[in-house]
C-alpha cells in the first residue's frame, strides 16, 4: 500500500476549498516538513489507462512521470489532502517534499500552488477564494513571471528546470 507522509502536526478534516483538506493542529514553523509524497510512479500512458482512478491522489514529476496510487482503495493512505491556493504557505522542496513557506498558525489549511509542480495544458476553475485568486488554473501557470517570482526556490525541481531552460534561451 503506497503512502505518503503526513506530520503529526497536521489532520485531515472538512475543507471549505475543495472538500477535504490538510489542517495544522498545532503552530508549524517555517521551512518544517508537513507532508512527503509516496507512491507508485508511473507515465503518462499508465495515467490514461486509470481513466480518473488516481487522478485525485497523484502529482506530475519530470519526464512524464507522475506519483501516486494506483488502486483506488489505497487513495485515503496515499492522498496528501494539500488543496491548491493561490496564496499558498506550502512549497515543494526537491520534487515529493513540501515544507511550509512561512510560519503557520494552529487550525490554518495547508495550501500549495498547482503551479509549483504543475505542467499540463488542463484548465480549472479556481475555488481558493483567496484575495489574489487567478479564477482559472492552467497547468502552464508556472510561465507567469510574478509567480516566478513569487515561488522561486519553491517550485518542483522539473518545473525549476523548464524555468531555467527559458530563460537561458532569453
Known amino acids: 500500500m503506497p503512502q505518503s507522509f503526513r506530520s503529526p502536526k497536521t489532520e485531515v478534516l472538512a475543507s471549505p476549498i475543495h472538500g477535504v483538506g490538510l489542517f495544522a493542529t498545532r503552530a508549524i514553523r517555517r521551512g ?6 509516496g507512491g507508485h510512479v508511473f507515465d503518462r500512458r499508465a495515467l490514461r489507462a486509470s481513466a480518473g482512478r488516481h487522478a485525485v491522489s497523484y502529482i506530475q514529476l519530470g519526464g512524464g512521470r507522475y506519483i501516486g496510487t494506483l488502486h483506488l482503495p489505497d487513495v485515503p493512505q496515499n492522498k496528501m489532502y494539500l488543496n491548491h491556493s493561490c496564496e499558498p504557505n506550502v512549497g515543494i522542496r526537491g520534487e515529493i517534499t513540501f515544507v511550509t513557506l512561512r510560519n503557520v498558525r494552529r487550525g490554518e489549511e495547508l495550501t ?27 497547468g502552464r501557470d508556472w510561465r507567469l513571471p ?12 522539473h ?3 523548464r524555468i531555467a531552460r527559458a530563460r537561458r534561451k532569453r
Open 112 to 138: 500549495y500552488d498547482w503551479a509549483m509542480e504543475e505542467d499540463e495544458p488542463e484548465r480549472t476553475k479556481c475555488l481558493c477564494g483567496a484575495r489574489r485568486c487567478r479564477g482559472v488554473l492552467t
Open 159 to 161: 518545473v525549476a528546470e
Open 32 to 37: 518544517e516538513v508537513v507532508a512527503v509524497k
Open 146 to 157: 510574478a509567480l516566478q517570482r513569487r515561488y522561486r526556490g519553491w517550485f518542483s525541481a
